[in-house]
């Protein structure tokens, strides 16, 4: 998380309840608002150019369709309390939209409104670098739903729109609540993309780790391991989300979209499985790591120790004969030099044997 934006949070933390502060990476890009109409006979698609141009119209006699508001950017207070005005959403519901930091989470308002916010993981190819996750929120009303995204780099509801002009699929023939279905499977689909990658890089540094290459491993691993904490932390809260959605007085959502979020149940359930053993497996390797670290270290520290053991006595003996006293009966052989070097290479072989036979070396 930049810096600048724990300075943000600190702003907003003594603001009045309800306030509109984005709390976010500054960016100057007008906000998109894109107008979605459609129902198993028709599609409509167009750039609201203006607020009118956002609300629903009920024409009479004509048969019901969906309307979609896929909102890209958030940054724009005004853009946001305006459309809140429109659609009559709480306040603390349009604080939480702009809020990036906001943890993934669903919740009811007593005007009709069902919230869910939750993150949109995009990865990297590069290893160096780490996933960052992008502020998703989704608003379902009754025959509407409006979707707010962080980036304008890309629409990542491109897909579902894509299945709504081609009529394909069950999207055009349900309600908002399938449409609501749609866009969380969309997300929970790049979180399996994601950790296809995460897995990837860790049987790659599993390699490393066996292989014994210690250099920059470590720091790799805890880099990974990092990654997989920041994964579970947004990926974590979908059960009991999902779980929310699907209880018989779920408000706005219909029984027969049911069985579509407990699929999406089932996946977040096996992701969750998933992240726990990256997570274990992160940790085995950490410890496999600084094990190998800590061996290699002991036996450098056995070979310096064995080397001191040998020169041990080496010194010693040169130690005595350096003394320069003047009445040494040695100093006075004439075969004295040989000696001493015959005695100092018979006792270096004598410990090499020793230590051999010891296996200490």
Known sequence: ????DHR????????????L??????????????????????YQEEVASTLEACTIHKVEGAQPHVTWLNVTGIHESNVIE????????HPLLLEDVMNTLQKPKIETY???????TLKMIHGHEDAQKSAWGEHISLILGRDYLISFQEEHSGDIFL????RLKASVGKTRRHGADYLLYALM??????????LERLGDQLEDMEDTVIGNKISGSLEALYTLKREVTFIRKYIWPLREMVSTLIRPDAPLVSKRVFPYFRDILDHTIQLVDNLDTYRELVASLVEVQLSAVSNRMNSVMKT???FSAIFMPLTFIVGVYGMNFRYMPELENPNGYYATWGIMVLITFGMIVYFRWKKWL
Do not use: A, C, W
């Not at 007593?110 to 869910?116: I, K, N, Q, S």
């Not at 499977?185 to 994601?194: C, K, R, W």
């Open 1 to 4: 998380m930049p810096k600048n």
């Open 8 to 19: 943000k949070q600190r702003k907003t933390l003594l603001t009045s309840p309800g306030t």
């Open 21 to 42: 502060t984005y709390v976010g990476e500054q960016t100057n890009f007008k906000t998109l608002i894109k107008r979605i109409e459609y129902n198993e006979s028709f």
């Open 82 to 89: 305006s459309l809140g005005r429109l659609y009559h959403l």
């Open 110 to 116: 007593e005007d009709g409104h069902l919230y869910v």
């Open 159 to 162: 897909p579902v729109i894509e």
């Open 185 to 194: 499977d969309v997300i929970v689909d790049h979180y399996f993309i994601t």
């Open 304 to 306: 310096l120790t064995i």
